[in-house]
């Protein structure tokens, strides 16, 4: 006879029932993770690899060898050599780390590859042979002149390769550890002052009994939805007509502070409610009865109880204030002194986009602080966020 019991059969069928759906929220999770780690894992490759393959030709193809139309020059004309009546210059198009391989080859830009290996090109002035392997031969009939070699057009197959080329652009770039400083002067204080306000103003609208409160808290969360672009400019005036008053300048630091934490109070201010609001209403009340005011209650009670919150409100200010371009772009301006790391950046790739392969090391060097506040903060960032949705 089965020795498994009726009890044991339940749990174990229920558990085979449940198991596709078990299995299709496992491979979900994999994909989501997957789409969203792809495009990290791409831009991380792109940034070790060389300027040239990496303008010509995607991430996935990064260990693989590929087609590049190069342009070199011939070896000087005091280098020349006479034979026969003509005179030759001779020398080596690829060297040991580039290409591998000539595939094709010609004399002008416009047609740069007109021209197979081996194949002799009938010049204005004489006849130019490249080989496979990259060696040329430019011959003419008149001594060559000038200062400088003549222009070789070819294209090669180049092999892999990477480096810490991108990185060493960004980082000895004029004025990036200026900017650096820069951005730890904005990003801290902006992250920092709303923390403190919504803390008050979030235990004020849990526990504290006022004419109003609801319709503060409506206020507050239709705040959420005001786009930062609508409010920007109309904030811009105020702040400096108020400044024209008390003698404050425009592009300082402080009007950068009062800004972000205007954008940030009404999501710091909801999610510290949220949180405060779910603590027992037996600490706060015991509290009461024994005598502690509402500051000393906040002080004492509920700010160490709301670290994980305010921990996660925390992660999420210093990533938009580091990441922000915009409003430092208008209140800081574009000035030397007060440049921030993201403004750096954008101005390493001047004013048409030249340079542009560097973005992809600029995007791990200004991530570099803020994935070092994530992990450390991180245990926080669910706790935080789910308080409050069940009680």
């Known amino acids: 006879m089965s020795s498994v019991t009726p009890k044991a059969a339940s749990f174990s069928f229920s558990a085979m029932?449940?198991?596709?759906?078990?299995?299709?929220?496992?491979?979900?999770?994999?994909?989501?993770?997957?789409?969203?780690?792809?495009?990290?894992?791409?831009?991380?490759?792109?940034?070790?690899?060389?300027?040239?393959?990496?303008?010509?030709?995607?991430?996935?193809?990064?260990?693989?060898?590929?087609?590049?139309?190069?342009?070199?020059?011939?070896?000087?004309?005091?280098?020349?050599?006479?034979?026969?009546?003509?005179?030759?210059?001779?020398?080596?198009?690829?060297?040991?780390?580039?290409?591998?391989?000539?595939?094709?080859?010609?004399?002008?830009?416009?047609?740069?590859?007109?021209?197979?290996?081996?194949?002799?090109?009938?010049?204005?002035?004489?006849?130019?042979?490249?080989?496979?392997?990259?060696?040329?031969?430019?011959?003419?009939?008149?001594?060559?002149t000038g200062s400088r070699g003549k222009r070789v057009f070819y294209t090669a197959v180049v092999p892999p390769k990477f480096g810490l080329d991108n990185y060493r652009e960004v980082l000895t770039s004029e004025g990036i550890g200026r900017s650096f400083i820069n951005s730890l002067t904005v990003t801290i204080p902006a992250t920092v002052i709303p923390i403190l306000i919504a803390a008050y103003a979030a235990y004020a609208l849990s526990w504290m009994k006022m004419p109003g409160r609801s319709l503060l808290l409506a206020v507050v969360v239709g705040l959420l939805v005001v786009p930062l672009q609508m409010s920007l400019i109309p904030l811009l005036r105020l702040y400096n007509d108020i400044g024209a008053v008390f003698g404050v300048g425009a592009k300082t630091y402080l009007g950068i502070w009062l800004a972000h934490t205007g954008f940030g109070l009404p999501l710091a201010i909801y999610l510290l409610r949220n949180y405060i609001s779910s603590l027992p209403r037996e600490i706060i009340e015991s509290a009461k009865v024994d005598g502690a005011t509402d500051f000393e209650i906040f002080m004492r009670i509920v700010l160490p109880l709301s670290f994980p919150a305010l921990a996660s409100f925390g992660i999420f200010q210093f990533l938009w204030v580091w990441n922000d371009l915009l409003v430092a772009t208008v209140f800081l301006g574009t000035g030397e002194e007060h440049m921030v790391l993201t403004a750096r950046l954008r101005e390493l790739l001047g004013s048409r986009g030249g340079n542009w392969e560097i973005l992809t090391a600029s995007a791990f060097v200004s991530i570099a602080v803020p994935l070092l506040v994530f992990f450390t903060l991180q245990r926080y960032l669910v706790r935080g966020l789910l308080a409050g949705s069940v009680k």
């Open 17 to 144: 029932r449940r198991s596709p759906l078990t299995i299709l929220v496992h491979v979900s999770v994999l994909l989501i993770v997957i789409m969203w780690t792809l495009p990290t894992a791409g831009l991380f490759i792109s940034s070790f690899r060389d300027k040239d393959q990496l303008a010509l030709s995607g991430w996935w193809t990064s260990l693989s060898a590929s087609e590049q139309n190069l342009v070199a020059r011939t070896e000087d004309p005091d280098q020349q050599r006479e034979m026969d009546g003509k005179f030759i210059l001779e020398g080596q198009l690829l060297v040991a780390d580039k290409p591998t391989e000539v595939m094709a080859f010609g004399f002008s830009s416009r047609e740069p590859n007109k021209f197979l290996p081996g194949e002799t090109a009938e010049m204005k002035n004489g006849t130019l042979t490249v080989t496979e392997d990259g060696h040329y031969q430019m011959i003419q009939e008149e001594p060559f």
